[in-house]
């Protein structure tokens, strides 16, 4: 019995030290073992989601490497365009920085890791070696060469570039290539998750990711006139807080689904949180025929126009409510043999509402060149009347337009001021020979006084009143029989500026 009981405290210890150990062993489990809260579950998931995007989208990245042959003498520090282009600024700062530091002055060949080198990203867009990219990367580069997160290292050629869009297109001599999925932009909502995947600061292959801010976003790069760079692009970007820095552009903006959206191109200053991508649908339509024809041809109207909302019309015109006002007509755009005017208020494109120059734009650049345009139209009768009318334009190449050729430098004549501080006189072949005008219908003004309400719309002389709220001036008995109609809501003026057809709104001042 004596042994037998000690058996059994034997036993008994032995249990009890095995439910300890379990006990302790359960305690000492990992939080995974034990019952997961939702909340955590989906943080988890989450968490998985954004890295299958970077595995599955890196594949598709590329280093985009280029060589220029350095010229330090264009550079200039100061240009407000190199805020925008990050990359440019930084490139351009380093080979200056190495040209003072070089006894030659130029390196014999430009390298990859010498002066002139620079580098960006790029998206495989086609298994057979085609790398969607931007255009301020490699515009100019005399060598480009793409590295793919395994190493492989390609020399690359440039099969076209857009600079309206900044979009470019590279060839590689490869196949079978992994493939970026671009995504409809036009389906991207503000707010939700953005990735971007590039070259920063040359660390390759970085993540970074936040969201959409924006879409839509114009007049991002500087526009000082008609005929500047910010006024030729189209400027229709994603914004997104998503962390962009030099090396990010030409790479991709993702949605969580593995779809570029957008391709980085542009931010505003360093560590701002403010970063803008090309819509994936504009990079795709100009990649496609960048690829098929070498060149993006674009269609385009020639004209200038404001938001309706935003012009000094809102004020005078009923039954209103959007579109936009056409300021200029281009001399050498196709709008100039229709029958638009000046101050005409385009409502519609092909039945589709515009209220903005971006939709205005998109509308006429997703028409083939030569296309016929038919636009719904407002035009004034006088103030507060007018009629819809249909106006049709056969669109146009667009070109790179030359700078108007300023007028000759003038004396104001001594003629008796007809109001709003102008001087004007009948137009005659000697006037117009003096001023370096072709117009030959309108009056010539030669005098405006300064601070007077023809002065503060940017009136001059040498410019050509072709109307006076609608009516047709050939002379000066004309105008000033117009201008006695004037009431306290202004006078609408049309007139031929520098060859190019806009219109003002005159207040009397009481010059």
Known sequence: ??????????????????????????????????????????????????????????????????AH?????????????LDALPELRKQLEEDFEKRKRSDRSKPSEPRFDGPGAGRGSGIVIRKDGYILTNTHVVEGAEKIRVRFKD???????????????????????????????????????????????????????????????????????????????????????????????????????????????GINTLIRGLRTGIGFAIPSNLARQVSDQLIDDGKYTRAWLGISVEPFKDSEL???????????????????????????????????????????????????????????????????DGFRKGKNIKIMIKSAEWLQPNMPVAARSRKSEDKTSQGFGLTVQALTKELAEKYGVNVTEGVIVTGVKPGSAAAQKRIKAGDIITEVDRKPITSLKEFREAIKSANSEGLLINLVSDGIPRFQILKDSGD
């Open 69 to 81: 042959q350095p010229d330090f003498a264009g550079f200039d520090s100061d240009n407000p365009l």
């Open 1 to 66: 019995m004596r042994n037998q009981k000690c058996r059994m405290n034997t036993i008994q210890a032995v249990l009890c030290r095995a439910a300890v150990a379990g006990a302790l062993a359960i305690a000492s489990l990992p939080l995974a073992a034990k019952e997961v809260s939702a909340g955590l579950e989906m943080a988890r998931q989450l968490n998985e989601a954004f890295i299958e995007v970077a595995d599955t989208v890196s594949a598709a990245v590329v280093v985009v490497e280029v």
């Open 314 to 380: 809102r004020h005078l015109v009923e039954g209103v409510s959007t579109g936009l006002v056409v300021g200029i007509i281009q001399p050498d755009g196709p709008a100039i043999d229709s029958d638009l005017k000046p101050s005409d208020i385009i409502t519609a494109v092909e039945g589709q509402p515009v209220s903005n120059a971006l939709e205005l734009r998109t509308a006429v650049r997703s028409k083939k060149v030569g296309s016929n345009l038919t636009l719904d139209v407002y035009r004034m």
């Open 151 to 261: 190493g492989k290292e390609y020399p690359a050629v440039v099969r076209g570039i857009d600079p309206q869009s900044d979009i470019a297109v590279l060839k590689i001599d490869a196949s079978d290539l992994h493939v970026a999925k671009l995504g409809d932009s036009s389906k991207t909502r503000v707010g939700e998750f953005a990735i971007a995947i590039g070259a920063p600061f040359d660390l390759d292959y970085s993540v970074t990711f936040g969201h959409v801010s924006a879409k839509g976003r114009t007049h991002i790069i500087p526009s000082q006139g008609e005929n500047s760079i910010g006024a030729s692009m189209d400027q229709d970007f994603i914004q997104t807080d998503a962390s962009i820095n030099p090396g990010n552009s030409g790479g991709p903006l993702v949605n969580i689904y593995s779809e570029v959206i």
